[in-house]
Structures are given as structure tokens and as C-alpha cells.
């Protein structure tokens, strides 16, 4: 059997990132990175490039601290999206500067984990070969997934579609059937109202393809959508998330991680702060509404958005198009429907309000499912892992009713503006449980039962097997649109937990779990330990905050969220020891939006402080 030190699931952004750093501090240790797409990128994995597809981002926010994505080399100019094949061409560019792409194995699929005993630990994958028959046993001594959230998309059953006749497929699939998108195609069908949804429209009805848009009248409505720069001084949508006053109005459980929490006690804590909260709310929100300008047109009048803008979190989305979008439904390219699919018949999609869509295709943005694509075994350890599952039953190692009753206590009572959830739907109901569509998948985005992805810092199990044996962790697996600044705190945090380095102000140390002596030097210890209960309590806190915080996105089944981006990296760095503010005055610091030149350094930093060793 093959030994690998650390096995690597995804190659997508997070997944190059984390090989990278972790083969620049351990050089001599062997490495693999397993990818069962045909080419490295994960969404920008050339198979899921369809045309017109590009970043919600601008130049500057999304790529690596250290390898500039300069035009010269990737013909990108500041203040303009990235496309697709850039994306793919930068990503496989970054692998090959660094060192790794040699250690990416393509179309080879891990099926199974099996964690083994023992104070060592480790994992024994069974990893499918490029031919889809051959299976071999590999043992990895530690595992991190980076398969983020999008990386298995779900497709409910539509009765009747096994007499529809004509493509039926979902969006993650774009590409390969991209023959929609040419010929003779006239009209096409697209489900759905989150970004992707608007992503497949525009792809269409650029085209002159006549598109009938479904958006679901159960659902949570059609997602926020801004341009990139807003606000009557047009400023950078981008930036404004990262600037360090705007924060502060965003209740954030973690939020004290940034120095500041007397001012976030003040907004939050106090009813004069909490009114000027909500005018900050209100303003961002109605200064969307008035640039899209929805009210314009009947049809237009129906992507308002159901939910407030403080409540919705990565799902408030960028317009990203090269021309107008709302003129391709004013011209009439796109007719909006809000109706729920009942059912299908030969090249027709059946709605609830009784409407018969003649279509030549099915577009459908159904989401994700919401478990990783690996089964990880004995049976039962995902609810060690801190992975979804079903709360019945017994042994729940985390989350707890007791655990969660108490989470919810003290985010209330930090802050109760949330006691005040918001409306978004009364008619709404999970999409397999609407008529005319179901599903026998158990790992379903509508599993209403499932807990939560409750991982410690939304990255490491909260048990203490895995606190002590060390050998497993989660990058990426969190939706924002800060992955750009994010990506190598993440990847050193990780770094830092793998080698048993992280302060005990932070978790205990593995080797004093298994009884043995740290590798930590002493003076980076902290003053004071923190139990495998306070790790667990707090993972719990943060899993549970999304639920109240986030009603309109996903928070109450994964981390989910926008201004409290630079508070997370904040606690990461702060964690590991390093610098949290790295502006060069107190009012650059309150003022300025954070980029990816501010933290520029903080691999050297790291490898400083913990006698590491870089290797370029």
C-alpha cells in the first residue's frame, strides 16, 4: 500500500493553495493531490467552463498574495472581471511556479476514508483510477479536503421526466452541454434565482436565445444583485466589506476576534446603535433597488428581492456582465416566471399557475448537496468530524440540545436585534416537498434535519480524537466572496494545526491529549489553556450564530457570510500570533479597505515566528 504524509482532495483555489504552503514548510515530506475532474481548478476546471462565465470579483481580489496576476502574463487589467479560461490558465500557472503540479493526480476519485486507531491515526482511502474500474488502497498519514461546497450538485426528479425528451440538466453541466447554447436552439428553460441562475439567463439570451425563467414561488426569491461599484459616490462593493468601520455594523459572534469589541457592543448592544444599524441596512439595500432600478418594468419588478439585504449573506451577488442585463428582459429576451415546476411532458415544463413553457432545454439551479463527496468511515465518525448528519439517535458528540440552547442564549442576548427574524416567504416550502418534484438522495440541500457543518474555525473537528491525532482538516468549506484573502490564513491556520503548533489559548495541544509533550516552543503557548469543552462550545456557537444571523442564505448549514470575512481572518491571524492590524495609522485602520498587500507577509511572518523553513 502507497504511504503518503498528506493527501490533498480537491484542486481547485484552496486545494493549490494548501500544497503549496504546506510542501514550501515541509519539502522532504511526500504530497498528492487527488482530483477526479479531468483538469485542475475545481470551478474553473476547464470541463465546467462554459462561455461568457467569469468572476463575481474584479481584478485584485481574487488570486494569490504571492503570484500577481499580471497582464502581461494573464492579459487581465485592474478593474476588470477574470474570465473562465484566465482563471484556469492563472491557477495551472501557480501550480507549476510552486511546485506542485507534478503531485495532482487527475480523474482519480477518492470513494471512501477509513480512520484508524491508534495514537497515530491516519487514513486509509480507497481511490478510484482514471479508468473508473480500478481501485487501490492508498494510506495517508494526514487528509485535507478542499472540495468546498460546490463541488457535487444536486438534480431533484421532476415527475414525468422520463418523457420530456429534450435536455434535462444542471447548471454545474453548462459546458458539456453547451449545444444549447448554439444552433438552432430557440427557447430554453432556467430554474432557479440564485447567481448562477442569472449566470445561465445571460448566457442564453446573450445569444438572442429566448429564455423563460423559473423562479420558484416557494422559494426564497430571486438573490441581491449589485454592480460592482455602489452608493452615489461609487465606491467598490468589494472594498466596502473590507473596510474595517463598515464591519463593526454587522453582528458578528466572532467579531471581537478585531480589537474593537466595546464599539460592536455599542451598535449592537445599545437601542441607539441598533437604529443606526438598521438605517445602515436599509440604505445599502434601498441603493441597490434604486440602480437596478426594478420598478421600471413589470417584468424587471419581479427580481426585487423578497428578503432584507442584511440578512442574505454571500448570495447578495455581483453583476457581472459585459452588457445590461435587465435590457435583455426589457427587450423581452427573458420572460420571468414565479410559479413552481409541477411536472413535465415532451418538451414541456408544466407550472403551477397553470402555464405550459414550450422549451428545447432544462437549465436547472437546484444547489448543492450538503454533505463532502467522500464517505468517511467507521460508519458514524461524520458526527466526530463535525460533518452534517442526522441529529437523532444517540452519542452526539457536539451538537448537543444542551450545547445549542446555550448558543442561542448568549447570541441573543448579544445580539437581539435577531430575536427579530425576517419573513422572507410564508408560502415557502423545501423543493422536494413542492409538487411534481422529489428525490431519494439523503445528502439532499433540502435534508432539513441535518446539523449543520460544525467545524472548529470552520476548518478542524471539535472532538478530541481529532484534536489529538491531528490528521484531518476542512479548507474552503465556508461561501463568501473574500476566498482571495482568506485562502492562505486558512492554509497556514491548517499548517499550524497539522504540525501541533497552534498556541494552547487555542486548543490543547495534541501531544498533550495523547500524553505525550508538545512541539510547541514555550513561549508560544499563551497564559492560559483552552479545554477540548471550550473548543466544542465555541464550535457550536459559531455553527449555530449562521442559523440566526443568515436566514436568507445558507447560515443555518454552513458559514455563510460577507462584512464578517476580515473579522474571520482576524481570528485566524490572531490565533497563530500574528499581526491583526496591519494598517499604518488608527485611521487607515478604521477607514481603509484591507487587501490582498496587506498581508503580503504573512507566510515569512509565520515561518519566523514558528523557526520554519520556506522553501521558494
Request: with cysteine.
Amino acid at each position: 500500500m502507497e504511504t503518503i504524509d498528506l493527501v490533498i482532495i480537491g484542486s481547485g483555489l484552496y486545494g493549490l493553495a494548501m500544497a503549496k504552503t504546506y510542501h514550501q514548510f515541509h519539502p522532504t515530506l511526500t504530497l498528492a493531490i487527488f482530483d477526479k475532474a479531468e483538469t485542475i481548478g475545481g470551478v474553473w476546471a476547464q470541463e465546467r467552463l462554459y462561455d461568457g462565465l467569469r468572476t463575481n470579483n474584479l481584478k485584485g481580489t481574487y488570486e494569490y498574495l504571492d503570484y500577481p496576476m499580471s497582464p502581461e502574463l494573464f492579459g487581465v487589467k485592474p478593474g476588470e472581471y477574470m474570465t473562465g479560461p484566465t482563471m484556469h490558465t492563472y491557477l495551472s500557472s501557480y501550480a507549476e511556479a510552486f511546485g506542485i503540479k507534478d503531485k495532482i493526480r487527475l480523474r482519480h476519485t477518492v470513494l471512501e476514508a477509513a480512520h484508524q486507531g491508534g495514537a497515530e491515526g491516519g487514513w486509509v482511502l480507497t481511490v478510484e483510477g482514471p479508468d473508473g474500474m480500478t481501485k487501490k488502497k492508498v494510506f495517508a498519514t494526514k487528509m485535507v479536503l478542499a472540495t468546498g461546497l460546490t463541488s457535487e450538485a444536486f438534480l431533484p426528479d421532476f415527475k414525468g421526466q422520463e418523457t420530456f425528451g429534450a435536455p434535462l440538466f444542471h447548471s454545474k453541466e453548462l459546458k458539456k452541454y453547451e449545444g444549447t447554447l448554439e444552433g438552432e436552439t430557440k427557447v430554453v428553460t432556467v430554474l432557479g434565482g440564485t447567481k448562477s441562475a442569472w449566470d445561465a439567463v445571460y448566457a442564453y439570451a446573450s445569444k438572442g436565445i429566448k429564455v423563460n425563467w423559473v423562479i420558484r414561488e416557494s422559494g426564497h426569491g430571486p438573490a441581491w444583485m449589485a454592480p460592482s461599484f455602489v452608493t452615489p459616490f461609487k465606491l467598490w462593493l468589494e472594498a466596502l466589506v473590507h473596510t474595517r468601520i463598515l464591519t463593526w455594523f454587522s453582528p458578528c459572534i466572532w467579531g471581537a476576534a478585531d480589537g474593537y469589541s466595546l464599539i460592536r457592543r455599542f451598535w449592537h448592544g445599545t437601542a441607539i446603535g441598533r437604529a443606526v444599524t438598521d438605517a445602515f441596512w436599509w440604505a445599502l439595500g434601498s441603493d441597490v433597488k434604486t440602480i437596478n432600478k426594478y420598478s421600471s418594468h413589470p417584468e424587471t419588478k419581479k427580481l426585487e428581492p423578497w428578503s432584507p439585504a442584511m440578512f442574505v449573506a454571500s448570495s447578495f451577488s455581483i453583476l457581472n456582465f459585459p452588457s445590461d442585463f435587465f435590457d435583455l428582459i426589457r427587450k423581452g429576451t427573458v420572460n420571468i416566471h414565479i410559479a413552481d415546476i409541477t411536472r413535465l411532458s415532451p418538451k414541456t415544463v408544466h407550472l403551477s399557475n397553470e402555464s405550459q413553457l414550450a422549451t428545447e432545454a432544462l437549465c436547472c439551479v437546484t444547489g448543492w448537496k450538503h454533505v463532502p463527496p467522500v464517505k468517511f468511515l467507521p460508519e458514524g465518525i461524520e458526527k466526530e468530524l463535525g460533518l452534517p448528519h442526522s441529529p437523532d439517535g444517540d452519542g452526539e458528540p457536539t451538537f448537543t440540545d444542551e450545547m445549542v440552547t446555550r448558543a442561542d442564549e448568549e447570541i441573543l442576548s448579544r445580539f437581539p436585534r435577531l430575536r427579530n427574524q425576517p419573513v422572507i416567504n410564508k408560502r415557502y416550502k423545501p423543493m422536494t416537498e413542492t409538487e411534481g418534484l422529489s428525490t431519494s438522495d439523503e445528502t439532499n440541500p433540502q435534508a432539513r434535519r441535518l446539523t449543520p457543518w460544525t467545524l472548529y474555525r470552520f476548518m478542524v473537528p471539535p472532538s478530541p480524537r481529532f484534536l489529538a491525532t491531528r490528521d484531518i482538516a476542512f479548507i474552503g468549506c465556508f461561501s463568501s466572496f473574500s476566498s482571495g484573502l482568506a485562502v492562505y490564513p486558512q492554509a497556514l491556520w491548517i499548517c499550524a494545526f497539522l504540525d501541533d503548533k497552534l498556541p494552547l489559548s487555542v486548543m490543547p495541544s495534541g501531544k498533550t491529549l495523547l500524553g505525550g509533550e508538545s512541539k510547541l516552543k514555550k513561549e508560544t503557548m499563551g497564559e492560559k489553556g483552552k479545554t477540548v469543552e471550550q473548543v466544542r462550545y465555541e464550535t457550536v456557537l459559531q455553527a449555530r450564530f449562521g442559523k440566526w444571523r443568515y436566514p436568507a442564505g445558507h447560515g443555518h448549514q454552513f458559514p455563510d457570510f460577507v462584512f464578517d470575512a476580515l473579522p474571520y481572518i482576524d481570528s485566524m491571524l490572531g490565533d497563530l500570533g500574528l499581526e491583526i492590524h496591519r494598517k499604518r495609522s488608527w485611521w487607515a485602520e478604521m477607514a481603509e479597505p484591507y487587501g490582498l498587500e496587506d498581508y503580503k507577509d504573512i507566510v515569512s511572518e509565520y515561518a519566523e515566528k514558528y523557526d520554519g523553513m520556506v522553501c521558494a
